[in-house]
């Protein structure tokens, strides 16, 4: 018999399993991840809502500057309206009142009138001068301005235009007098009166009308006239 030899039996080496394959997710582009769209979103979200709110108060002040601009006319309407009687348009945006109380009083001092025609005239207008006052004086300016917040123009206008009326009344009154007094007993002195009056009831004018003038321009309406 044959005696196999003594050896080491070699045994088999166990062979380690190869890592599983993992599935790796491929990143998204970065317009495809969904917080970037909803980023997005809301950034344009935010544009469009900024673009609605800007026209929305731009509508809103287009809509009070014409409501003011109404106002301020019907305003500027209300002191021209009784003063058309006596009124005159001075282009380009002045107005003159009672301009037949200067002619007259230029023809008392050339003693070129008829001083009962003169006087007639003078008494109306003296009349006439009380109750567009009155009429003007009840615009309710101030709280058109403070409700509205309208330009503080429209407010010293007002008192300006009231003054300037008040003052030509006198005027009127004063021509009436010299020209219902006799040559010499005083009349020269009322003419002198009557005159300085109506320089100071003109510049009174002038300065409140320049201010409805000067208000309508805050507004865009017309131009502002410098005051001379």
């Known amino acids: 018999m044959a005696i196999k030899g003594k050896g080491k039996t070699r045994s088999r080496r166990a062979v380690a399993a190869g890592p599983k394959p993992v599935y790796v997710v491929p990143k998204k582009p970065p317009l495809a991840r969904r917080s970037v769209q909803l980023g997005a979103l809301a950034a344009l979200l935010l544009v469009i809502g900024g673009i ?37 348009q001075l282009p380009p945006t002045g107005l003159v009142i009672f301009g037949d109380l200067r002619e007259d ?22 009349e006439n001068a009380d109750g567009f006052a009155g009429t003007i004086e009840d615009i309710p300016a101030s709280q ?73 321009f805050e507004l865009g309406i017309g131009e502002a006239q410098p005051f001379s």
């Open 105 to 126: 009083l230029t023809s008392m001092q050339e003693e070129t009138a008829d001083p009962s025609q003169v006087a007639a005239r003078a008494g109306r207008a003296a």
């Open 52 to 88: 609605l709110l800007w026209t929305y108060l731009n509508q809103r002040a287009d809509r009070r500057v014409q409501e003011e601009a109404a106002i301020l006319s019907r305003f500027a309407t209300l002191v021209e309206t009784p003063l058309q009687p006596v009124s005159q």
């Open 144 to 216: 058109w301005v403070r409700d509205r917040a309208l330009p503080s123009e429209m407010i010293d206008a007002q008192g300006f235009i009231v003054q300037a009326i008040r003052v030509y009344g006198r005027a009127a009154d004063t021509l009436r007098m010299a020209a219902e007094a006799r040559p010499g007993e005083h009349r020269d002195e009322l003419l002198d009166v009557a005159e300085g009056l109506l320089d100071t009831g003109e510049q009174l004018f002038d300065r409140g009308y320049q201010k409805i003038t000067n208000a309508k």
